[in-house]
């Protein structure tokens, strides 16, 4: 299981990253790529870095089981996990390129604060707010469990928090500001990773407002 872990992995770079960037450049003359930014040790660079370091440990996990450095965690350590896990990396894979289609010349991986893209709030994105992560936690958790050593379960872990401290300290506040009443409506109407899970209340990141974290600089 763990090469075929490293193998959809490999499709997932390739499909979900390199073609959809080289697609966008096409369509639009730029990738899409505007990295994490923030100042080192704040909250937004955190969610960049640990972001890039999860998808660096969900690749490396499988290659080091392959040569016996892990060994898989004793109780996923059974077929049907494996079997499992491989359904929820295909849907992931195929879930990401659907969600990033779906978004058109808007999609970016990363925040450019000067830059204004489309509001894309229909298609999926009337189900959740953030689909492609919500597919990107499909792919992973399925990964994780083709190979389900120490690293690989560490790596989906650091992955799933960063996602969600980039959504709401990074994409969420900056959406808010851009796109102002027609973002707040439909946060409070339409889910942030599961359908009508995390819709907006009265928590701060509605109003725009991110206590205690600086501004992100490019």
Known sequence: MASAALALYAVFIVTGLGWRSYLQWRRTGSTGMRGFHGTPGSTEWLAGVGFAIAVVAGAVAPILQLVGALTPVGALDHPLFGVAGTILAVLGIAATLWAQESMGDSWRIGVDTGEV???????VFGWVRNPIFTAMLVFGAGVALMNPNVLALLGFALLAVSIEL????????YLLRTHGARYREYGRRVGRFIPGVGRFGTDSVEDGRRPDVRSPRR
């Open 117 to 123: 893209t489309q509001l894309v709030d229909n298609g």
């Open 166 to 173: 980039q959504v709401r300290v990074v994409e969420e506040p």
